[in-house]
């Protein structure tokens, strides 16, 4: 809803095209609001006022809908055809039975159903989304960023935008650096789009609506509109669920018995006619084994069984969003992880800095920390990056450097940018994979290939390695593809093995679950973990070896290869769909949004309670913890099925 100020002669609430139309100061007076934010009684006031910020639903399906929805069920025409049939021939016996047994059936399957639409709502409601706002207390107070639910948020609400966040209201961009937003849910676009924040306008390019996620960058954002008044509300494309092995099964199974039903009734009359010289007197029989054959009660005992489970699952803090992805997880036999977070607990230590021949150089640490320190402050994400955290703590002070510009992390170029002036002299600071900044780096092949083999010693021993290049650029530069820097050196940093890994890895092995994983780090590091870790590891390979080759090939490896490295997260996604025509039920763990396409594309994604927004969104089982023995404990008691009267609680070894 999009918030006029009240007066004596209150204009008429603006529409979408106007908003759009106009500049940042424009819009920040019509809603009344500022850079700071709004203060919080205004904030409650106005949440009163214009309700919560919830998309309008969909109202609830009636009794008499469900009990027609039910009729179009296979099973359910095929018996009224036999009734049908029965009441030809005069059989009104069979005929009453069948019209009975197809109504107690139809009316069990919609209170079946509407108590799983209720059991899933409930647990959906368990992983709400959260947007970081800016408020005050009060008018002179200074203020403050914090957490709240997206169904709070108001018109002139001021908003923080990160990489993975869900946009939660159509919003007006006051400042966005190198921000790119997925918006295929709205308008089809499958690439992520760069937005800017225009103060004069043009196009969309400064507008966020509803429904798209943030991909890479981040912003400070105005809310214009909430609730019916966005653009996805008046939207009424909805994206497409992917088949799933449960469909795939129970599709194929009710097919079967329909043919067995079409084939064995008329086979049954021919062999009484022959035989017994009996032809449509046997038809009752007929129609008899017919209606024995027709597992009426099928849909009624999946949807309970289901929804049973989930309740069950949900106990022990396994969230099953999608109630098929409850047979999903139990039918996994490839299971696809990331290796930071997962297998290690995600809290690197700075190591080491390593100058360009292979001695500890200060001086790289130190242009590694004004990289960082930039970046976290110009780019200002929600969520600061753990590796510039953990740089930072361990670097010295960087002396009297100021930022000009920065540019953040990007899965995609797995590079960070930062324009600094330094005394009188400008430069800026390039950060990230080896591979990706040597590239860049003015360096003779001897010594571009003696700085590659550092690397790879370095990683050999288990540490994540950054490269670091310098390069002295004019006052006006924008960031971009950087060449021609000159090369600093390595900064290392270690990840600590998760104490729980070995053992959940040991027991998916026990259950049959071939573990992969899809990192992009480098694929030394992945696999010096892995043995640590006690996975055999087999064939260790490259993404960016994987980019030539054919469906069928790219298959054949990702089946053969357990670690593969240097992944970008559309390679992640070529590899679980690689794997999923393979034949292969897929699971994928994961907690960021480079993980977001191979979740997708997976048959069951799966992430923990604390992972972004988008990712969250789009899982199909959330869980309590990022610990692979949630996936172990959730696989066992799937694959035991919903039967066991009570399941034990899960408790995560942290």
Same mark, same amino acid.
């Given at each position: 809803?999009?918030?006029?100020?009240?007066?004596?002669?209150?204009?008429?609430?603006?529409?979408?095209?106007?908003?759009?139309a106009?500049?940042?100061?424009?819009?920040?007076?019509?809603?009344?609001?500022?850079?700071?934010g709004?203060?919080?009684?205004?904030?409650?006031?106005?949440l009163?006022?214009?309700?919560?910020?919830?998309?309008?639903?969909?109202?609830?399906v009636?009794?008499?809908?469900?009990?027609?929805?039910?009729?179009r069920d296979?099973?359910?025409m095929?018996?009224?055809?036999?009734?049908?049939?029965?009441?030809?021939?005069?059989?009104?016996?069979t005929?009453?039975?069948?019209?009975l047994?197809?109504?107690a059936?139809?009316?069990?399957?919609?209170?079946?159903?509407?108590?799983?639409?209720?059991?899933?709502?409930?647990?959906?409601?368990?992983?709400?989304?959260?947007?970081?706002?800016?408020?005050?207390s009060?008018? !002179?107070?200074?203020?403050?960023?914090?957490?709240?639910?997206v169904?709070?948020?108001?018109?002139?609400?001021?908003?923080?935008?990160?990489?993975?966040?869900l946009?939660?209201a159509?919003v007006?961009?006051?400042?966005?650096?190198?921000?790119t937003?997925?918006?295929?849910p709205?308008t089809?676009?499958?690439?992520?789009?760069?937005?800017?924040?225009?103060?004069?306008?043009?196009?969309?390019?400064?507008?966020?609506r509803?429904?798209?996620?943030?991909?890479?960058?981040s912003?400070?954002?105005?809310v214009?509109?909430?609730?019916?008044?966005?653009?996805?509300?008046?939207?009424?494309?909805?994206?497409?669920?992917?088949?799933?092995?449960?469909?795939?099964?129970?599709?194929?199974?009710?097919?079967?018995?329909?043919?067995l039903?079409?084939?064995?009734?008329?086979?049954?009359?021919?062999a009484?006619?022959?035989?017994?010289?009996?032809?449509?007197?046997?038809?009752?029989?007929?129609?008899?084994?017919a209606?024995?054959l027709?597992?009426?009660?099928?849909?009624?005992?999946?949807?309970?069984?289901?929804?049973r489970?989930?309740?069950?699952?949900?106990?022990?803090?396994?969230?099953?969003?999608?109630?098929?992805a409850?047979?999903?997880?139990?039918?996994?036999?490839?299971l696809?992880?990331?290796k930071?977070?997962?297998?290690?607990?995600?809290?690197?230590v700075?190591?080491?800095?390593?100058?360009?021949?292979?001695?500890?150089?200060?001086?790289?640490?130190?242009?590694?920390?004004?990289?960082?320190?930039?970046?976290?402050?110009?780019?200002?994400?929600?969520?600061?990056?753990?590796?510039?955290?953990?740089?930072?703590?361990?670097?010295?002070?960087h002396?009297?450097?100021?930022?000009v510009?920065?540019?953040?992390?990007?899965?995609?170029?797995?590079?960070?940018?930062?324009?600094?002036r330094?005394?009188?002299?400008?430069r800026?600071?390039?950060?990230?994979?080896?591979?990706?900044?040597?590239?860049r780096?003015?360096?003779?092949?001897?010594?571009?290939?003696?700085?590659a083999?550092?690397?790879?010693?370095?990683?050999e021993?288990?540490?994540?390695?950054?490269?670091?290049a310098?390069? !002295?650029?004019?006052?006006?530069?924008?960031?971009g593809?950087?060449?021609?820097?000159?090369?600093?050196?390595?900064?290392?940093?270690?990840?600590?093995?998760?104490?729980?890994?070995?053992?959940?890895?040991?027991?998916?092995?026990?259950?049959?679950?071939?573990?992969?994983?899809?990192?992009? !780090?480098?694929?030394?590091?992945a696999?010096?973990?892995?043995?640590?870790?006690?996975?055999?590891?087999?064939?260790?390979?490259?993404?960016?070896?994987? !980019?030539?080759?054919?469906?069928?090939?790219?298959?054949?490896?990702?089946?053969?290869?357990?670690?593969v490295?240097?992944?970008?997260?559309?390679?992640?996604?070529r590899?679980?769909r690689?794997?999923?025509a393979?034949?292969?039920?897929?699971?994928?763990?994961g907690?960021?949004?480079?993980?977001?396409a191979?979740?997708?594309?997976?048959?069951?994604?799966?992430?923990?309670?604390?992972?972004?927004?988008?990712?969250?969104?789009?899982?199909?089982?959330?869980?309590?913890?990022?610990?692979?023995?949630?996936?172990?404990?959730?696989?066992?008691h799937?694959?035991?099925?919903?039967?066991?009267?009570?399941?034990?609680?899960?408790?995560?070894?942290?």
């Amino acid at each position: 809803m999009v918030w006029a100020p009240e007066a004596p002669s209150t204009p008429s609430r603006p529409a979408q095209g106007e908003i759009a139309a106009l500049s940042r100061l424009q819009v920040l007076r019509l809603l009344d609001s500022g850079p700071r934010g709004l203060v919080e009684a205004e904030a409650e006031s106005r949440l009163l006022r214009h309700g919560e910020n919830v998309l309008p639903g969909h109202r609830p399906v009636s009794w008499p809908r469900r009990l027609a929805r039910s009729l179009r069920d296979p099973f359910t025409m095929v018996l009224l055809a036999l009734g049908l049939v029965s009441a030809l021939i005069a059989s009104w016996g069979t005929a009453g039975v069948i019209v009975l047994l197809v109504v107690a059936s139809c009316a069990l399957r919609s209170n079946g159903e509407y108590r799983a639409d209720r059991s899933t709502a409930a647990l959906r409601e368990l992983v709400a989304t959260t947007a970081t706002v800016r408020r005050r207390s009060s008018e !002179d107070a200074e203020p403050r960023e914090r957490e709240i639910p997206v169904d709070q948020l108001v018109p002139g609400d001021v908003v923080k935008l990160g990489p993975g966040d869900l946009v939660p209201a159509d919003v007006r961009l006051l400042r966005a650096r190198r921000l790119t937003v997925h918006q295929a849910p709205l308008t089809g676009e499958s690439a992520p789009v760069p937005k800017r924040a225009l103060d004069l306008p043009q196009g969309d390019d400064h507008l966020c609506r509803q429904g798209s996620s943030v991909v890479s960058g981040s912003a400070l954002a105005v809310v214009a509109a909430t609730g019916a008044d966005t653009m996805l509300a008046g939207s009424s494309t909805a994206p497409v669920r992917r088949s799933s092995a449960f469909d795939r099964s129970v599709n194929g199974i009710s097919w079967t018995l329909v043919r067995l039903m079409v084939i064995i009734p008329p086979v049954a009359l021919v062999a009484n006619a022959v035989l017994r010289g009996r032809g449509f007197e046997a038809l009752p029989f007929a129609v008899a084994v017919a209606v024995g054959l027709t597992p009426e009660m099928l849909p009624v005992v999946v949807t309970t069984a289901l929804a049973r489970g989930s309740a069950l699952l949900a106990r022990s803090g396994v969230i099953v969003k999608r109630l098929a992805a409850l047979h999903d997880v139990g039918a996994i036999d490839v299971l696809c992880m990331d290796k930071t977070g997962t297998l290690t607990r995600d809290r690197p230590v700075l190591r080491d800095s390593i100058g360009p021949d292979g001695a500890p150089d200060p001086e790289v640490l130190r242009w590694a920390a004004i990289n960082s320190f930039w970046t976290l402050q110009l780019a200002d994400p929600p969520v600061p990056d753990a590796l510039d955290e953990a740089i930072l703590l361990g670097a010295p002070d960087h002396g009297e450097v100021e930022g000009v510009d920065a540019s953040p992390f990007d899965p995609v170029s797995r590079v960070s940018c930062a324009l600094v002036r330094d005394g009188g002299a400008h430069r800026v600071v390039v950060k990230g994979a080896v591979e990706r900044v040597l590239e860049r780096c003015t360096l003779s092949p001897p010594d571009r290939l003696r700085a590659a083999r550092l690397a790879d010693r370095l990683a050999e021993e288990g540490l994540r390695v950054l490269a670091v290049a310098v390069a !002295d650029r004019p006052a006006v530069h924008r960031l971009g593809e950087e060449r021609g820097l000159a090369f600093a050196g390595f900064v290392t940093l270690a990840d600590e093995p998760s104490p729980e890994a070995p053992g959940a890895l040991a027991a998916l092995s026990r259950r049959g679950i071939t573990r992969k994983v899809l990192t992009g !780090d480098h694929p030394a590091t992945a696999a010096r973990t892995c043995r640590d870790l006690g996975l055999s590891v087999g064939a260790v390979v490259n993404a960016g070896e994987l !980019d030539d080759l054919s469906d069928s090939e790219l298959a054949e490896a990702a089946g053969r290869a357990t670690v593969v490295a240097r992944c970008t997260p559309e390679q992640k996604a070529r590899v679980v769909r690689a794997l999923r025509a393979r034949g292969h039920t897929v699971g994928f763990l994961g907690d960021g949004v480079n993980d977001l396409a191979a979740m997708r594309a997976a048959d069951v994604g799966i992430c923990p309670r604390g992972a972004v927004d988008v990712t969250r969104e789009a899982a199909d089982v959330v869980l309590a913890a990022k610990d692979l023995a949630a996936v172990d404990h959730s696989a066992q008691h799937t694959r035991a099925g919903p039967r066991t009267p009570r399941l034990p609680p899960y408790q995560s070894p942290r």
